[in-house]
């Protein structure tokens, strides 16, 4: 019985790892081998290991294709996901603490807006039209901010079923002890999310530093692209670069395969949530 | 509380103890906490999402509006490239949804086993998760090429005939770019159902288990029922992505050819950049009457079943 079942866990283990390497990695390992390539070479779009391997020159060619897009690029994808991450963090949990301690009567309504968030595509128009009477069109803090709207129901919603889980003896125990409501939050409370935190940095970090599609419509333009624009830069109808195309896909893939290895609890923990009731 | 203190003091706390309890919640939780975080999304989400309703009947230069009744919406019924997005919508969302479903648990049933490199498995069927849209529509646009991608290559060694247009056949077009998307995201739902399978107690199958059942009994009778939270998150959460979807087809089809591959999100950015404000937002509203009209429904009707079981 017991050998039998050793034999099976190899033998799935074994399929499971051919078939997954094949379906999975392949097309990684094929990123990996047109990004070393040179040009001629690489446009030949074949599965195999490049005769001249130039990684380096390709990454170092990738960045300093028109005038340091990709370095800007970089810069400005950090600032935005640091900026928007950083108040998503904030606003939500203000608003998971509020939301799960004080039973108002506006909690239903609130309930509803986080749930419509989820679920309601954004008007894009309508959306450019209000930033631009608020000034905010195509500016960096404008995306920010709209990262953060279309951010927020996730988090408030992964953050107060955590907050419920720590005691309310704590907030009396602070407040008999003088705390006022912003000593208490970010004092007692702040710290004590800490796990979900991490869990919210991480998963939204993901979607932001990814996203193509909010960068696209509402910071629109050259001296603001993001990373995801950048890989534009290499494809024309006429002689696309292959190499320097998937060395681009290549340099801004690596930061959150890193991301994943050092938080692959978090990333777990935050993705799943929703998946396991009561 | 309240108790403890009206001994102390009885005929003040008696009257005073409601309003000071109130008082108190208001002092320790203070409704201003929603204000920062509400702001921004009454903001930049509510107030565009209920202007939509008024501008997706006009004609809208961002400056100028005119309304002009359901005329945008006339067009977008009749207009063979619009329509056809609503109907490459529901396919590609249903279609991207029910196989993440399917392949998602029977992935995790898989990765739930004793089985070896178990933690490699689960990491590299997670990897695609982690890459951007752009990229893997850009990776998949090579790879899918008809003449010299590696697909077809692989195809025409192995059959000696040519491999079909992946995305540039109108016919396949929309189902190829649904193949990536549940290539990309199928991670995601095995992770989902890995935890469903992980919170089912252990009881269950060591009873199971003495009762001699068999693994396909086991699967049926207990995974397949108790998981039942984690399908209906992943049903949930990738219809809404499939039927939102924009990032990979613009990526890799730009919904062409022709309209062939057009999504209602697709068009939604098309008229936009034709500067066709209106019939853009009209498109938006159309996708959130869509999305709306099959999310709600069936999000009851699974937490029903849910509470049932």
Sequence with gaps: ?278 | MTSVQSRAGEELTLTRAPRASAQHVDKTYPLWFHLPGGIVYIVLFIVPTLFSFYFAFTRWTLFKSTFIGFENFVLFFNEPGLIGSLKNTLIYGFLTSGAKVALGMVLAVVLSMPIIARGYLRSVTFFPVLVSAVGVGLTFQVLLDPYNGVVNKLITSVTGSDGPGWLTDPNIALLSVAGIDIWKGVGLATLIYIAGIAAIPNEYFEAARVDGASSWQMFRHIILPLSFPATSTVIILSLIGGLRSFDLIWTTTQGGPGFASDVIASVVYKQYQAGFYGLSTAGNVILFVVVAAIIYPLSRWLNSKETVL
Excluded: C
């Design chain 1, 1 to 278: 019985m017991n050998a039998i079942r050793k034999r099976t866990a190899w033998l799935v283990g074994l399929l499971g790892i051919l078939v997954t390497t094949l379906l999975f990695l392949t097309p990684f390992a094929f990123i990996f081998t047109q990004a070393a390539k040179d040009k001629n070479e690489a446009s030949l779009l074949q599965f195999s290991w490049p005769t001249h391997f130039q990684l380096w020159d390709n990454i170092v060619a990738v960045f300093q294709a028109r005038d340091y897009m990709l370095v800007i690029a970089f810069i400005n994808s950090t600032i935005l996901t640091v900026a928007s991450v950083a108040l998503l963090v904030i606003l939500g949990s203000l608003i998971a603490f509020t939301l799960d301690r004080r039973k108002s009567k506006l909690n239903p309504l609130i309930n509803t807006f986080v749930l419509a968030g989820l679920i309601i595509p954004p008007a894009v128009v309508p959306t450019i039209w209000v930033m631009q009477s608020l000034g905010i069109f195509k500016t960096m803090i404008g995306l920010i901010l709209i990262e953060v709207a279309f951010g927020l129901s996730f988090t408030v919603l992964t953050m107060r079923a955590f907050v419920a889980t720590i005691p309310k003896e704590l907030d009396e125990a602070a407040i008999v002890d003088g705390a006022g409501p912003l000593t208490l939050f970010f004092r007692v409370i702040f710290p004590l999310l800490r796990s979900v935190i991490v869990t919210i940095i991480v998963v939204q970090s993901i979607f932001i530093f990814n996203d193509f599609q909010n960068p696209l419509y509402f910071l629109p333009g050259n001296a603001n692209a993001t990373v995801q624009l950048t890989l534009f830069n290499f494809q024309s109808q006429y002689a696309t670069s292959y190499n320097l195309l998937f060395a681009n896909i290549l340099v801004i893939t690596i930061p959150m395969l890193v991301l994943y290895i050092f938080f692959q609890r978090q990333i777990v923990a935050g993705m799943t949530s929703g998946a396991v009731k009561g």
